[in-house]
């Protein structure tokens, strides 16, 4: 169903949809007529749910500075939880993960051969060697915020030092590559040709995804990928990059005893960093970090 010109645009501005996103429709349903993939209004944000996804963006933002300070040899995952638990509810706020799913726990602590989705333990106290992911997801006001972190935990090995900054260089890479009009696939390719170029490997089961409205939305977001392929990107997109590299294989196994918990096969460390990313008209803006 087609709108008239005079009608209010789609994306709920208010505006007449000739003067919103008529032309940027258009210009969508040519690039679909040549065969490229185009996203779904689903996939746009408007203004107003920029400006809350921005708001919870900040505060998850906060979160992860505050739980850095704590992130340290001697303290337990589950303290770490608790301190990220506490401050997010006296900020107004949710910790998305708790519940989610059947998730136990506020935040994912993530160490060494976890990929990701590790669940924090008041048994499991940092140690000289450790490197650790701690992924932040916060609701404030309905809107999601999605960020993790790397840290190494005293006296790390120089090739899991090497492996953290190289995870942190690829997403950085992938982020460097969105703007309007470029393509989901640019991001994977920039990801995984820098983790290949550097001996490791991209998780290929887990990938990032959109996120603002709801923790996690379409578009499932690859980090291999071809350039040029999969969905065009547009401004107001929102979505997570988070890639998984691998010292070793990309392969992965979920816990069955607790159905969270993704460990490498290999048993080789891995390192992941996430951002929530927003296309914006001139190239990207980066909610949390
Ligand atoms: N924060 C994770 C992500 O980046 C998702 C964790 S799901 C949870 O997508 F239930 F484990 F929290
Ligand atoms: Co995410
Ligand atoms: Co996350």
Request: charged content about 25%; some cysteine.
């Amino acid at each position: 169903m087609k709108l008239g010109r005079n009608e209010p645009c789609w994306c709920k501005s208010g505006k007449k949809y000739k003067a919103c996103h008529l032309a940027f429709d258009e210009r969508l349903e040519g690039l679909a007529s040549e065969g490229k993939l185009i996203p779904t209004h689903e996939m746009i944000k408007n203004q107003e749910q920029i400006a809350g996804i921005r708001e919870a963006s900040k505060l998850n933002t906060e979160i992860l500075d505050m739980v850095s300070e704590h992130v340290k040899e001697g303290i337990s995952t589950g303290e770490l939880n608790s301190l990220v638990h506490e401050y997010t509810l006296a900020h107004g706020a949710v910790p998305a993960p708790l519940g989610y799913e059947n998730f136990p726990k506020s935040i994912c602590t993530s160490i060494d051969d976890v990929v990701c989705h590790g669940i924090p333990d008041s048994k499991r106290i940092l140690k000289s060697g450790d490197i650790i992911n701690i992924d932040v997801t916060t609701i404030l006001n309905g809107y999601y915020g999605d960020a993790s972190r790397m840290y190494c935990i005293g006296e790390v090995t120089a090739e899991k030092r090497r492996l953290v900054q190289v995870a942190k260089e690829c997403l950085d890479l992938g982020l460097a590559v969105v703007k309007p009009w470029g393509y989901l696939g640019d991001i994977g390719y920039a990801i995984n040709s820098h983790a290949k170029k550097n001996g490791y490997s991209i998780v290929e089961d887990i990938g990032g995804h959109g996120v603002g409205l709801e923790f996690h939305e379409d578009p499932w977001v690859s980090h291999i990928g071809q350039p040029g392929t999969d969905i065009v990107l547009v401004p107001g997109m929102i979505f997570t990059i988070e890639p998984m590299v691998n010292m070793g294989d990309a392969e992965v196994w979920i816990d069955e005893e607790d159905g969270w918990t993704v460990y490498t096969e290999d048993g080789e460390p891995s390192a992941q960093w996430e951002y929530t990313v927003l296309v914006t008209e001139q190239g990207a803006e980066v909610l949390t970090r």
